[in-house]
C-alpha cells in the first residue's frame, strides 16, 4: 500500500453505501445489508408456505402457487442470503483480520457484490413472469418444462455462482500474499482458517452447478436435448452436476458459521481456543472430504447400488471432524469464566442445534435409513437444523459480535439477549415436529396432507411465527441503536484478533500504522499469555 | 480440576447411556412396518436413535453443566485457564467417533445387504408414474390397477418408472422409497409381511398435483388376493360400476373432482355435474363427442384457468375402444 492511496481521506457519507465502492468494509456492509432483505423476503414466504400448512387440505393456494413459493423460499435463503451474508462477513472481516489495508482486488470485490444485487433483482423479477415452480433442486424434466421465469432464475443463480467463484479467487489471494507482519498461517484467526476451506470448496464446485446450470437453460431456450430422455439424455446427469456443487454448498455455508463459533467462545469464556490446529486442519478436513459426497442425495434414484457404499462411508466421515470441533468448543468453554452476552448466547445455542442437524445426518447418511427418510420432512427438519440451527445463529452471534466495530455503536444487550431466547424456541418448535412428521410419512414439497399430520404441522406452523417475531426486537435494536447506542470502544469484548485493535468503525484504510503479530490470536486466560500485537511502532 | 472433569464426564456418560438403551428398547418413531425388509430398517434405526441419544445427551449435558458451572461470578472479571489443547484428548475424540462411525456403516451395510437380497422367483409389478397418478401393472396376470393389490408374505419385485418427470414410489410402512424416472427402469424387492391397507406418496415434486399423487396398497391374504385378480380379469356388467372402476384405473381421480369415484385432485378441473354441460361446452359437438375428444386430445379445449400440457396425451393408445365407451358413457352420466 503506497502512501498515496492514503491520502483519500474525506467525511464519510451515508451515500457512499448506495454505490460502487471498492472499500471492502463498505463493501461488506452493502452485502450484510442487501443479504438481510432477502432474509426477510425468504422468511416472508415460508410465513406464506406455513399458514398454507397449518391446516390440511390446499386453502390459500394452489399447487402451482405453492410450488412458487417452496422454490423461491429456498433459493432466496441458499443462494440471497446465507452464502452470500457469510461473504459479506468475510469481506468485512478477512483484511482487518490479517492486517491488511484491503482485498487483494478491491474492484473485483464490488464486482461480486453488485452481481448479487443484479441476481436478486432477476430472481424477484421472476415472480412477476411466472417463478420457477421446480424447487431449488431444479430436477430435470420437471425444471425444463416450467414456465419462463425458470430462465431466470437459472441466469440469477449463474450470476450468483460467478459472484461467489470470485469472491473466492479474491479471500485466496488476499489471505494468501497480504497478511501483515508475523501473522503467519498457523496465526490466522479461526474464521480466516473457515473462509480458506469455504474458497477452495467454492473454486471446485460452483463452476460445475455453473455448467449445469447453462445446459439447463440451452435445453430451454434453444432446445437442445442434454437431459431429454426421449432424444437419448439423461435426467440423472444433472443430479449429479447439482449435487456436486449443491452437497459442499452446505459446507460453504456452515464453515464460515463454525468460523465465527470459534471466535466468540474463547473471547467470552476468558480462555483460548481449545485445540486450534485440530479446529484449523478439520475446516480444511470438511472441505476436501465435501468433495467426494455428493451422490448420497441419489441412493433412491436407481443409482448402481455398489456406488452407494462407499458415498455411505465418506459422509459418515464428516462427521470426525465435525465431532473434532464440537468437542474442541465444549473445552473451549469448559472451566472458563463465560459472558452471556448476546453473541455468547448465540454461538452456544449453535452448538445445541447444530448438534441435532449433526447426528440427524447420520441417519440420512446410512443408506436403508435414508430409503425411508429421504425426500421426507426428516430431510426438511434434518437441514433446517443446520442451516438456520447452525449458518443462522452464528451468523447472529457474529452480526452482535462485530457490531460495535463496524457501527461504532454498542447494541442494547436485553433487546439481543430477548432476540435470542424467541429465536431459539421458536427454531425448535418449528423443525423439531418435522422429524416426526418425516418420520410417520409425511412427503416434502407437498402443498396438502393426510389429516394424520395436521397436529405437527400446526406446532411447525406457530414456531415459524414466533421466528418471524423474532427478528422484530433485532432489527429495532440494530437501526435505533446505530442512531442513537451508546459509542463502543475500539475493544469492547477484550479480544486479540487485529480487528479489535484499531478504531471502531476502523478508519478508511483500516489501520494507521499496520500492526506487527508477535503471538497467537486466542491468548486469554490466566497465566496471561504473550500479547498478540507488538505496540504500535515496533514494527519498524 | 482433572479429577472433576472426568467425574462429571463419567457421570453424564452413564446418564446417557441408560438414556440411550431406554430410548432405542422403548421409544417408537415409525409407522406400522408391513415388510420383511422395513422390519430389519426398524432395528437399525432404533440402534441409531439409541446410539444418536448417548451422543445428544452427553454433548448437551456438558454445555448445560459448563453454562451453569463456568458461569462468570458477579465482580470478577479475571481470566479462565490457559489451557491450549491437549494432544492425548484430541486424538481420543478424534478415534472414537471414527470408531463409531465404522460400526454404524458396517452394521448399514449389513442392514442393506439382508434387506436387498434377491428374492426367488418375485411376483413383478410394474409401477408408473404420470402427473398425477399412479399405475400397476399385474404382466404375469396381465392386468393394470389405480390401487395396489399385493399378497401377503410373497416376494414382490417392484420394475418403477415414470412416463414423463421424476417421481418417487413410497409405502412409508414399506419403511423405502425408489425413484420413478423416465428412461429408466429401477428395481425394488419387498415382502409385505402385515395384512393391511397402507399410503402410496410421491416423494419427488413432480408438479402442481405432486401432494394430491397418492394412491394404496392393500396387502391381503393369497386367497383374497386371487379373487381380487378374478375381479379384475372382468369388469363389472353394471355400466356405471365400471366407468367408475376405469376413471380410477386410468388415474382420472388424480387431478379431477368427482365424488361419485371419490376423486379430489385439484390439478384439473372439476368434473361433478359434467353431463348436464358437456354438451354445450364446444358448439357443434354433443357431450359424448366432447367427452371423447377431451380424454384423446386433452390440448383441444382447455377449460379457462387450467394448465395446458398437464393431462397425459397418450390415451389414445391406451385406452382399448370399449373401455372409452364405458368411461364416455360415466362421465355424460355424472
Same mark, same amino acid.
Given at each position: 500500500?503506497?502512501?498515496?492511496?492514503?491520502?483519500?481521506?474525506?467525511?464519510?457519507?451515508?451515500?457512499?453505501?448506495?454505490?460502487?465502492?471498492?472499500?471492502?468494509?463498505?463493501?461488506?456492509?452493502?452485502?450484510?445489508?442487501?443479504?438481510?432483505?432477502?432474509?426477510?423476503?425468504?422468511?416472508?414466504?415460508?410465513?406464506?408456505?406455513?399458514?398454507?400448512?397449518?391446516?390440511?387440505?390446499?386453502?390459500?393456494?394452489?399447487?402451482?402457487?405453492?410450488?412458487?413459493?417452496?422454490?423461491?423460499?429456498?433459493?432466496?435463503?441458499?443462494?440471497?442470503?446465507?452464502?452470500?451474508?457469510?461473504?459479506?462477513?468475510?469481506?468485512?472481516?478477512?483484511?482487518?483480520?490479517?492486517?491488511?489495508?484491503?482485498?487483494?482486488?478491491?474492484?473485483?470485490?464490488?464486482?461480486?457484490?453488485?452481481?448479487?444485487?443484479?441476481?436478486?433483482?432477476?430472481?424477484?423479477?421472476?415472480?412477476?413472469?411466472?417463478?420457477?415452480?421446480?424447487?431449488?433442486?431444479?430436477?430435470?424434466?420437471?425444471?425444463?418444462?416450467?414456465?419462463?421465469?425458470?430462465?431466470?432464475?437459472?441466469?440469477?443463480?449463474?450470476?450468483?455462482?460467478?459472484?461467489?467463484?470470485?469472491?473466492?479467487?479474491?479471500?485466496?489471494?488476499?489471505?494468501?500474499?497480504?497478511?501483515?507482519?508475523?501473522?503467519?498461517?498457523?496465526?490466522?484467526?479461526?474464521?480466516?482458517?473457515?473462509?480458506?476451506?469455504?474458497?477452495?470448496?467454492?473454486?471446485?464446485?460452483?463452476?460445475?452447478?455453473?455448467?449445469?446450470?447453462?445446459?439447463?437453460?440451452?435445453?430451454?431456450?434453444?432446445?437442445?436435448?442434454?437431459?431429454?430422455?426421449?432424444?437419448?439424455?439423461?435426467?440423472?446427469?444433472?443430479?449429479?452436476?447439482?449435487?456436486?456443487?449443491?452437497?459442499?454448498?452446505?459446507?460453504?455455508?456452515?464453515?464460515?458459521?463454525?468460523?465465527?463459533?470459534?471466535?466468540?467462545?474463547?473471547?467470552?469464556?476468558?480462555?483460548?481456543?481449545?485445540?486450534?490446529?485440530?479446529?484449523?486442519?478439520?475446516?480444511?478436513?470438511?472441505?476436501?472430504?465435501?468433495?467426494?459426497?455428493?451422490?448420497?442425495?441419489?441412493?433412491?434414484?436407481?443409482?448402481?447400488?455398489?456406488?452407494?457404499?462407499?458415498?455411505?462411508?465418506?459422509?459418515?466421515?464428516?462427521?470426525?471432524?465435525?465431532?473434532?470441533?464440537?468437542?474442541?468448543?465444549?473445552?473451549?468453554?469448559?472451566?472458563?469464566?463465560?459472558?452471556?452476552?448476546?453473541?455468547?448466547?448465540?454461538?452456544?445455542?449453535?452448538?445445541?442445534?447444530?448438534?441435532?442437524?449433526?447426528?440427524?445426518?447420520?441417519?440420512?447418511?446410512?443408506?436403508?435409513?435414508?430409503?425411508?427418510?429421504?425426500?421426507?420432512?426428516?430431510?426438511?427438519?434434518?437441514?433446517?437444523?443446520?442451516?438456520?440451527?447452525?449458518?443462522?445463529?452464528?451468523?447472529?452471534?457474529?452480526?452482535?459480535?462485530?457490531?460495535?466495530?463496524?457501527?461504532?455503536?454498542?447494541?442494547?444487550?436485553?433487546?439481543?439477549?430477548?432476540?435470542?431466547?424467541?429465536?431459539?424456541?421458536?427454531?425448535?418448535?418449528?423443525?423439531?415436529?418435522?422429524?416426526?412428521?418425516?418420520?410417520?410419512?409425511?412427503?416434502?414439497?407437498?402443498?396438502?396432507?393426510?389429516?394424520?399430520?395436521?397436529?405437527?404441522?400446526?406446532?411447525?406452523?406457530?414456531?415459524?411465527?414466533?421466528?418471524?417475531?423474532?427478528?422484530?426486537?433485532?432489527?429495532?435494536?440494530?437501526?435505533?441503536?446505530?442512531?442513537?447506542?451508546?459509542?463502543?470502544?475500539?475493544?469492547?469484548?477484550?479480544?486479540?484478533?487485529?480487528?479489535?485493535?484499531?478504531?471502531?468503525?476502523?478508519?478508511?484504510?483500516?489501520?494507521?500504522?499496520?500492526?506487527?503479530?508477535?503471538?497467537?490470536?486466542?491468548?486469554?486466560?490466566?497465566?496471561?499469555?504473550?500479547?498478540?500485537?507488538?505496540?504500535?511502532?515496533?514494527?519498524? | 480440576?482433572?479429577?472433576?472433569?472426568?467425574?462429571?464426564?463419567?457421570?453424564?456418560?452413564?446418564?446417557?447411556?441408560?438414556?440411550?438403551?431406554?430410548?432405542?428398547?422403548?421409544?417408537?418413531?415409525?409407522?406400522?412396518?408391513?415388510?420383511?425388509?422395513?422390519?430389519?430398517?426398524?432395528?437399525?434405526?432404533?440402534?441409531?436413535?439409541?446410539?444418536?441419544?448417548?451422543?445428544?445427551?452427553?454433548?448437551?449435558?456438558?454445555?448445560?453443566?459448563?453454562?451453569?458451572?463456568?458461569?462468570?461470578?458477579?465482580?470478577?472479571?479475571?481470566?479462565?485457564?490457559?489451557?491450549?489443547?491437549?494432544?492425548?484428548?484430541?486424538?481420543?475424540?478424534?478415534?472414537?467417533?471414527?470408531?463409531?462411525?465404522?460400526?454404524?456403516?458396517?452394521?448399514?451395510?449389513?442392514?442393506?445387504?439382508?434387506?436387498?437380497?434377491?428374492?426367488?422367483?418375485?411376483?413383478?409389478?410394474?409401477?408408473?408414474?404420470?402427473?398425477?397418478?399412479?399405475?400397476?401393472?399385474?404382466?404375469?396376470?396381465?392386468?393394470?390397477?389405480?390401487?395396489?393389490?399385493?399378497?401377503?408374505?410373497?416376494?414382490?419385485?417392484?420394475?418403477?418408472?415414470?412416463? @414423463?418427470?421424476?417421481? /418417487?414410489?413410497? $409405502?412409508?410402512?414399506? #419403511?423405502?422409497?425408489?425413484? =420413478?424416472?423416465? &428412461?429408466?427402469?429401477?428395481?425394488?424387492?419387498?415382502?409385505?409381511?402385515?395384512?393391511?391397507?397402507?399410503?402410496?406418496?410421491?416423494?419427488?415434486?413432480?408438479?402442481?398435483?405432486?401432494?394430491?399423487?397418492?394412491?394404496?396398497?392393500?396387502?391381503?391374504?393369497?386367497?383374497?388376493?386371487?379373487?381380487?385378480?378374478?375381479?379384475?380379469?372382468?369388469?363389472?356388467?353394471?355400466?356405471?360400476?365400471?366407468?367408475?372402476?376405469?376413471?380410477?384405473?386410468?388415474?382420472?381421480?388424480?387431478?379431477?373432482?368427482?365424488? @361419485?369415484?371419490?376423486? /379430489?385432485?385439484? $390439478?384439473?378441473?372439476? #368434473?361433478?355435474?359434467?353431463? =348436464?354441460?358437456? &354438451?354445450?361446452?364446444?358448439?357443434?359437438?354433443?357431450?359424448?363427442?366432447?367427452?371423447?375428444?377431451?380424454?384423446?386430445?386433452?390440448?383441444?379445449?382447455?377449460?379457462?384457468?387450467?394448465?395446458?400440457?398437464?393431462?397425459?396425451?397418450?390415451?389414445?393408445?391406451?385406452?382399448?375402444?370399449?373401455?372409452?365407451?364405458?368411461?364416455?358413457?360415466?362421465?355424460?352420466?355424472?
Amino acid at each position: 500500500m503506497t502512501a498515496s492511496t492514503l491520502e483519500t481521506h474525506s467525511t464519510p457519507s451515508i451515500r457512499r453505501y448506495f454505490g460502487w465502492s471498492t472499500d471492502h468494509k463498505v463493501i461488506g456492509i452493502q452485502y450484510l445489508v442487501t443479504t438481510f432483505g432477502f432474509f426477510l423476503l425468504g422468511g416472508a414466504l415460508a410465513i406464506l408456505i406455513r399458514t398454507e400448512l397449518f391446516n390440511p387440505g390446499t386453502d390459500l393456494f394452489n399447487g402451482t402457487e405453492y410450488n412458487r413459493l417452496m422454490t423461491n423460499h429456498g433459493s432466496v435463503m441458499l443462494f440471497l442470503w446465507i452464502i452470500p451474508v457469510l461473504a459479506g462477513l468475510g469481506n468485512y472481516l478477512v483484511p482487518l483480520m490479517i492486517g491488511a489495508r484491503d482485498m487483494a482486488f478491491p474492484r473485483m470485490n464490488a464486482l461480486s457484490f453488485w452481481l448479487l444485487f443484479v441476481a436478486g433483482i432477476v430472481m424477484i423479477g421472476s415472480f412477476f413472469v411466472g417463478a420457477a415452480e421446480s424447487g431449488w433442486t431444479a430436477y430435470v424434466p420437471l425444471s425444463i418444462e416450467a414456465p419462463s421465469g425458470q430462465t431466470l432464475w437459472a441466469v440469477s443463480v449463474i450470476l450468483l455462482g460467478t459472484s461467489s467463484m470470485l469472491g473466492a479467487i479474491n479471500f485466496l489471494t488476499t489471505i494468501v500474499t497480504m497478511r501483515t507482519e508475523g501473522m503467519a498461517f498457523m496465526r490466522l484467526p479461526l474464521f480466516v482458517w473457515s473462509m480458506i476451506a469455504t474458497s477452495l470448496l467454492a473454486l471446485l464446485a460452483t463452476p460445475v452447478l455453473t455448467v449445469g446450470l447453462v445446459l439447463i437453460a440451452l435445453d430451454r431456450v434453444v432446445g437442445t436435448v442434454f437431459f431429454s430422455v426421449a432424444q437419448g439424455g439423461d435426467p440423472i446427469l444433472w443430479q449429479n452436476l447439482f449435487w456436486f456443487y449443491s452437497h459442499p454448498a452446505v459446507y460453504i455455508m456452515i464453515l464460515p458459521a463454525m468460523g465465527i463459533v470459534s471466535e466468540v467462545l474463547p473471547v467470552f469464556s476468558r480462555k483460548p481456543i481449545f485445540g486450534y490446529t485440530m479446529i484449523a486442519f478439520s475446516s480444511i478436513a470438511i472441505s476436501l472430504l465435501g468433495i467426494t459426497v455428493w451422490a448420497h442425495h441419489m441412493f433412491t434414484s436407481g443409482m448402481d447400488p455398489r456406488l452407494r457404499v462407499p458415498f455411505m462411508i465418506s459422509s459418515m466421515i464428516i462427521a470426525v471432524p465435525t465431532g473434532v470441533k464440537i468437542f474442541s468448543w465444549l473445552a473451549t468453554v469448559w472451566e472458563g469464566k463465560l459472558r452471556f452476552t448476546t453473541p455468547m448466547l448465540f454461538a452456544l445455542g449453535f452448538i445445541s442445534m447444530f448438534l441435532i442437524g449433526g447426528i440427524t445426518g447420520i441417519f440420512l447418511a446410512s443408506i436403508p435409513v435414508d430409503l425411508h427418510v429421504h425426500d421426507s420432512y426428516f430431510t426438511v427438519a434434518h437441514l433446517h437444523f443446520v442451516l438456520f440451527g447452525g449458518s443462522v445463529f452464528a451468523v447472529y452471534a457474529g452480526l452482535y459480535y462485530w457490531y460495535p466495530k463496524i457501527t461504532g455503536r454498542m447494541y442494547d444487550e436485553r433487546l439481543g439477549k430477548g432476540h435470542f431466547w424467541l429465536t431459539f424456541v421458536g427454531t425448535n418448535l418449528t423443525y423439531l415436529p418435522m422429524f416426526l412428521a418425516g418420520l410417520l410419512g409425511m412427503p416434502r414439497r407437498v402443498a396438502d396432507y393426510a389429516p394424520e399430520f395436521t397436529l405437527v404441522n400446526q406446532l411447525a406452523s406457530v414456531g415459524a411465527l414466533l421466528l418471524a417475531v423474532s427478528t422484530v426486537p433485532f432489527l429495532y435494536n440494530v437501526v435505533v441503536s446505530w442512531a442513537t447506542g451508546p459509542k463502543a470502544a475500539d475493544n469492547p469484548w477484550g479480544a486479540k484478533t487485529l480487528e479489535w485493535q484499531t478504531t471502531s468503525p476502523p478508519p478508511e484504510h483500516n489501520f494507521v500504522e499496520l500492526p506487527v503479530v508477535t503471538g497467537m490470536p486466542y491468548d486469554f486466560g490466566e497465566p496471561l499469555g504473550v500479547p498478540a500485537v507488538a505496540p504500535a511502532g515496533a514494527g519498524d | 480440576m482433572k479429577g472433576r472433569a472426568v467425574l462429571v464426564v463419567s457421570i453424564l456418560f452413564v446418564v446417557a447411556l441408560v438414556c440411550g438403551y431406554l430410548v432405542a428398547a422403548n421409544v417408537n418413531l415409525l409407522p406400522e412396518v408391513a415388510s420383511t425388509r422395513g422390519e430389519l430398517m426398524q432395528r437399525l434405526f432404533n440402534y441409531l436413535l439409541g446410539a444418536a441419544t448417548v451422543v445428544f445427551v452427553l454433548v448437551e449435558g456438558l454445555l448445560a453443566y459448563s453454562v451453569l458451572r463456568f458461569r462468570r461470578r458477579p465482580g470478577d472479571d479475571g481470566e479462565g485457564a490457559a489451557i491450549h489443547g491437549n494432544t492425548g484428548l484430541e486424538v481420543f475424540w478424534t478415534a472414537i467417533p471414527a470408531l463409531l462411525v465404522v460400526v454404524i456403516a458396517v452394521y448399514s451395510f449389513r442392514t442393506l445387504s439382508a434387506g436387498e437380497a434377491a428374492s426367488e422367483r418375485p411376483m413383478v409389478v410394474e409401477v408408473i408414474g404420470r402427473q398425477f397418478a399412479w399405475e400397476f401393472r399385474y404382466p404375469e396376470q396381465g392386468l393394470t390397477s389405480s390401487d395396489l393389490h399385493l399378497p401377503v408374505g410373497t416376494p414382490v419385485r417392484f420394475e418403477i418408472t415414470s412416463e @414423463d418427470v421424476i417421481h /418417487s414410489f413410497w $409405502v412409508p410402512n414399506f #419403511l423405502a422409497k425408489r425413484d =420413478a424416472t423416465p &428412461g429408466q427402469v429401477s428395481e425394488f424387492d419387498v415382502t409385505p409381511s402385515e395384512v393391511g391397507v397402507f399410503p402410496v406418496r410421491c416423494a419427488e415434486l413432480c408438479g402442481p398435483g405432486h401432494a394430491a399423487m397418492v394412491s394404496q396398497v392393500i396387502v391381503e391374504s393369497p386367497e383374497a388376493f386371487e379373487a381380487w385378480i378374478e375381479r379384475m380379469a372382468n369388469l363389472p356388467s353394471d355400466p356405471t360400476e365400471a366407468g367408475r372402476l376405469l376413471f380410477g384405473r386410468y388415474g382420472c381421480t388424480g387431478c379431477h373432482v368427482l365424488a @361419485d369415484a371419490g376423486a /379430489s385432485g385439484l $390439478v384439473g378441473p372439476s #368434473l361433478e355435474g359434467l353431463g =348436464a354441460r358437456a &354438451g354445450e361446452t364446444v358448439p357443434g359437438l354433443d357431450a359424448e363427442a366432447y367427452l371423447r375428444q377431451s380424454i384423446l386430445e386433452p390440448k383441444a379445449h382447455i377449460v379457462p384457468t387450467f394448465l395446458e400440457n398437464i393431462m397425459p396425451a397418450d390415451f389414445a393408445s391406451r385406452i382399448p375402444p370399449q373401455e372409452l365407451d364405458l368411461l364416455v358413457t360415466y362421465l355424460a352420466g355424472r
